[in-house]
C-alpha cells in the first residue's frame, strides 16, 4: 500500500445509515432457462422446520446488529410469494420484536404473477407487506414461452391488476434485448407497461449467465443474443421513453417516479449495511461480510448444528470497501460521494479513484465530478462494466 492512504481524519465506524433486512426463500415451481440465482425446485417443503430456521438465523444476527431500526426488509429469491402468508406475518413480527421499525418501513416481497400466488397477495398484504416485485419478464406471450416461465400475458396482467389493489407499491420487471426484438417492438411494449400507471419499473437487458441453459444453447448456436450496438440503441430507447414518462433511472436498469424508488436496493447500492438470512443471502454487518450455506438441505443442517446458516463471515479491508461501495455506487444516478467514503474507509479520494481517467471520461462525456460528488453520466452506463477498472485506482485491486 502506497504511503498517504490514511492521511484523512479517522475513520467514522459508527453505524448511523439504514439497516436493511434480507430474507431468502429458495424454492421455485421450475428453473428459468436464464436464471442464476440460487433457486430450487422441492417436491415437498417443510413449512415448520423453515419456520424455525430462518427466525433462528435471523436472532443470530440481531444479536450481532442492536440497536438500529430496519428501514427495509425484502423477501427475495426463489419465488418468496409461494410462503404461507402465515410464515411471512411470523418473520416480520420477529424482525421487529429484534430490531425495531423505522417509520414508513418498506416491506418488499418478490413475487411470480401467477394466479395460484395472486390468490395470496391479499393474506400477504394483510401480513404486513407493503410492497410487491412482480416478474412480469415481457407482454407478449411467445417471449414468455422463450423465457420458460409458468405464466402467460392475461394470467401475468390479471396478477398485475389484483397486486394494485392488494399493495401500496407495485414494482415489476420487464426483460429486453431478446434475440429478433426491434426498437419499434420494444417501444410499443415499453408504452404498454407505462400504461399500467405503477411508480417503478426494472428493465433489464437479457444478459446470458454463466451455468444457465440460455449459456448452452448460446454455445451451440442455437440462440444468438442481440449485438452491442443494437443493444446500446434499445438502452438509449429506454432512457428517452422513461425519462419523458417521468420515471427517470435513478440506477442503472431501475426506473421511478421521484419518491417511488426502492429503498431497500438503495441500502445495497449505497453501500450501507444489510443482513442477509436464508439460504446463500450475502449480507454486509459492520465491516464484515457474511454469506450463507446455499443449497436448502445444508442451510438447515448449518442452523441445526450452529444456531445459524452461516458459511462464512470475513472482515473486509478498507480497499475492498471502497472497491465495492464504487462498484455499486456508480450504478447509481446520484454517483458516489467521495467525502462520504474517504470518512467510511480512512483513505483518500485519491487513493480510491484514478483522477487522471475521470477527466479523461469527463471530457468524453461519460463521467463527471460535481464537487466530492462522482458520477457515471448517462452516455457512460450501457459501458459500466468497462469503465469502472479505469475509474477505480489500481491500488484498491491489489
Not at 19 to 32: D, G, N, Q
Not at 105 to 117: D, H
Not at 166 to 175: N, P, Q, W
Amino acid at each position: 500500500m502506497h504511503d498517504g492512504h490514511h492521511r484523512n481524519a479517522k475513520v467514522n465506524n459508527h453505524p448511523t445509515g439504514p439497516l436493511a433486512l434480507y430474507i431468502h426463500w429458495p424454492f421455485c415451481v421450475s428453473k428459468c432457462p436464464y436464471c442464476d440465482f440460487n433457486s430450487h425446485v422441492r417436491e415437498q417443503v417443510e413449512i415448520g422446520a423453515w419456520q424455525a430456521a430462518l427466525l433462528a438465523d435471523m436472532a443470530h444476527e440481531a444479536a450481532l446488529s442492536p440497536g438500529r431500526p430496519l428501514s427495509s426488509i425484502f423477501f427475495g429469491g426463489g419465488t418468496p410469494s409461494l410462503m404461507p402468508p402465515t410464515l411471512v406475518e411470523t418473520l416480520i413480527a420477529a424482525a421487529e420484536r429484534h430490531w425495531g421499525f423505522a417509520e414508513n418501513i418498506e416491506i418488499t416481497l418478490e413475487a411470480n404473477p401467477s394466479s395460484v400466488e395472486a390468490a395470496n397477495f391479499h393474506d400477504l398484504a394483510g401480513a404486513g407487506v407493503n410492497r410487491v416485485s412482480l416478474g412480469l419478464q415481457s407482454l407478449d406471450g411467445e417471449t414468455l414461452r422463450f423465457l420458460g416461465r409458468a405464466h402467460d400475458v392475461d394470467e401475468g396482467l390479471a396478477a398485475l391488476e389484483t397486486a394494485q389493489l392488494a399493495f401500496e407499491r407495485v414494482s415489476f420487471d420487464l426483460i429486453y434485448a431478446r434475440p429478433g426484438q426491434t426498437l419499434d417492438d420494444w417501444q410499443v411494449e415499453l408504452e404498454c407497461a407505462l400504461g399500467f400507471g405503477t411508480g417503478h419499473l426494472s428493465l433489464y437487458q437479457l444478459t446470458i449467465e454463466p451455468g444457465t441453459r440460455f449459456e448452452t444453447l448460446v454455445r451451440t448456436g442455437a440462440l444468438v443474443p442481440a449485438d452491442d450496438d443494437h443493444c446500446a440503441d434499445l438502452f438509449e430507447l429506454t432512457r428517452d421513453i422513461m425519462t419523458a414518462a417521468g420515471r427517470p433511472a435513478y440506477e442503472i436498469s431501475n426506473h421511478a417516479k421521484p419518491g417511488q424508488e426502492s429503498r431497500h436496493n438503495l441500502t445495497y447500492w449505497r453501500y450501507e449495511d444489510y443482513i442477509g438470512i436464508g439460504p446463500g443471502a450475502h449480507g454486509r454487518r459492520l465491516d464484515s461480510a457474511t454469506e450463507r450455506h446455499k443449497k436448502p438441505e445444508n442451510f438447515l443442517s448449518a442452523v441445526e448444528r450452529n444456531g445459524n446458516g452461516l458459511k462464512v463471515e470475513q472482515a473486509l479491508s478498507p480497499e475492498t470497501r471502497a472497491m465495492e461501495a464504487l462498484m455499486m455506487g456508480l450504478r447509481l444516478a446520484e454517483g458516489v460521494d467521495l467525502e462520504a467514503l474517504e470518512a467510511k474507509t480512512g483513505l483518500t479520494a485519491a487513493a480510491m479513484v484514478d483522477g487522471d481517467e475521470v477527466r479523461k471520461l469527463a471530457d468524453l462525456g461519460f463521467a463527471e465530478q460535481r464537487g466530492s460528488q462522482l458520477i457515471v453520466r448517462p452516455k457512460g452506463m450501457p459501458l459500466l462494466d468497462a469503465l469502472l477498472p479505469k475509474i477505480i485506482a489500481d491500488g484498491l485491486r491489489t
